[in-house]
C-alpha cells in the first residue's frame, strides 16, 4: 500500500508537468521495494485520477464546450468557437487512441526499455526547449484551426513512448504553431482527457478481467488514484500560475539531466533497461 501511495503521490506530481509521469512510474519501478516496474495497468488507471483533477478544475470550461458542441449538432444557437474546440479535441484524440489500440503489445513491453525512456527524455526535452524558445506567442486557441488540432493530436500519439510526455509531446506542438504558453499548456489539459479516460478505464476493465496485469491489488490501486487525485489537483493551480510568468525551460534542463544519468547508469551496468 505504501509503495501504491508513493508511486500515486509521483504520478500527481509529474502528470501534467513536461517531464513524462511514465518515464517517472517506470524509473521508480527500479528502486522500489522488490524492484519492479509497476507496469502499463497501474499506470493507466491511477492517470484516472489526476484526469479527474483536470475534469474538476476546468469544469466550467468543459461545459461550456460540451453545451456549445451538443447544440451545434442540434442545429441551435451555440458559440462557434467552443464547439469548434469539441470537435478538434475529438479528432485530435483520434491517433493516440488508433496508435494505443492497435500498439497495446509494445506498450505493455518494447516501449519501457530503459534505454528508449532515457532517449526520447533528451530528444523531447531538447525539442520542447527550442520550440519554447523561438517560437512566436501571438496565436490564442480562437485562432486554432482543424490542422492545427490534427498535429497536436499526432504529437500526443508519440506520448504512448514513455518519457516523450503527453504535455511536453502537445505543448510543443502548440508552441511550433505559435499559440501562447498558457493556451498551450490549456489545450494540452483538454486534449489528454478522451485520451486518458479511455485507456484507463480500458485497463480497468483488462485488469478485472486478468488481475496479473497488475502487481497492485483492488484497494490499493483505489487508494492510489485517490492521492493522485488531490495532488495532481494541487500541480494543476501551481504549474497554470507558474507556466504565465515563466518559461519551460527548467524541466527541459531537468529531463536533459535525467535522461544523461539514466544512459550513464544503463551503460556501465549499475541498472538494467
Known amino acids: 500500500m505504501l509503495e501504491a501511495i508513493l508511486l500515486a503521490i509521483l504520478q500527481g506530481l509529474t502528470e501534467f508537468l513536461p517531464i513524462s509521469s511514465s518515464a517517472h512510474l517506470r524509473i521508480a519501478g527500479i528502486i522500489s521495494p522488490g524492484a519492479e516496474d509497476p507496469g502499463a495497468t497501474f499506470t493507466a488507471i491511477i492517470q484516472l485520477g489526476t484526469e479527474f483533477a483536470v ?3 476546468f469544469r466550467r470550461d468543459i461545459a461550456r464546450i460540451i453545451k456549445s ?3 451545434s449538432i442540434q442545429r441551435k444557437t451555440h ?5 469548434r474546440l ?3 479535441i475529438i479528432f485530435g484524440s483520434l491517433p493516440i487512441m488508433v496508435f494505443g489500440f492497435l500498439l497495446q503489445d509494445q506498450i505493455r513491453e518494447d516501449f519501457r526499455s530503459l534505454w528508449i525512456i532515457a532517449t526520447v527524455l533528451i530528444v523531447f526535452g531538447l525539442v520542447l526547449g527550442i520550440a519554447d524558445r523561438y517560437s512566436r506567442s501571438s496565436r490564442n486557441l480562437d485562432d486554432m484551426r482543424m490542422k492545427d488540432g ?5 504529437a500526443q500519439a508519440l506520448a504512448l513512448i514513455p518519457g516523450v510526455s503527453r504535455s511536453g509531446a502537445t ?5 511550433i504553431l505559435g499559440f501562447s504558453r498558457v493556451e498551450s499548456l490549456r489545450y494540452s489539459f483538454l486534449l489528454a482527457i478522451p485520451a486518458v479516460l479511455a485507456s484507463g478505464f480500458y485497463e480497468l476493465g483488462q485488469s478485472v478481467s486478468q ?3 497488475s502487481k497492485f491489488s483492488a484497494l490499493e490501486t483505489t487508494v492510489a488514484t485517490l492521492v493522485a487525485f488531490v495532488v495532481g489537483y494541487l500541480v494543476i493551480r501551481w504549474f497554470l500560475k507558474f507556466v504565465s510568468r515563466a518559461s519551460f525551460a527548467p524541466f527541459v534542463i531537468y529531463r536533459v539531466l535525467l535522461g544523461s544519468v539514466l544512459l550513464v547508469l544503463l551503460g556501465v551496468g549499475v541498472i538494467s533497461a
Not at 490534427?150 to 499526432?154: F, Q
Request: a negative charge; one cysteine or more; aromatic letters at 12%.
Open 69 to 71: 458542441w451538443v447544440a
Open 55 to 57: 475534469l474538476v478544475y
Open 171 to 175: 505543448i510543443a506542438m502548440c508552441r
Open 86 to 88: 469539441g470537435w478538434l
Open 211 to 213: 488481475p496479473e496485469l
Open 150 to 154: 490534427l498535429l497536436v493530436g499526432l
Open 79 to 83: 458559440e462557434a468557437q467552443q464547439a
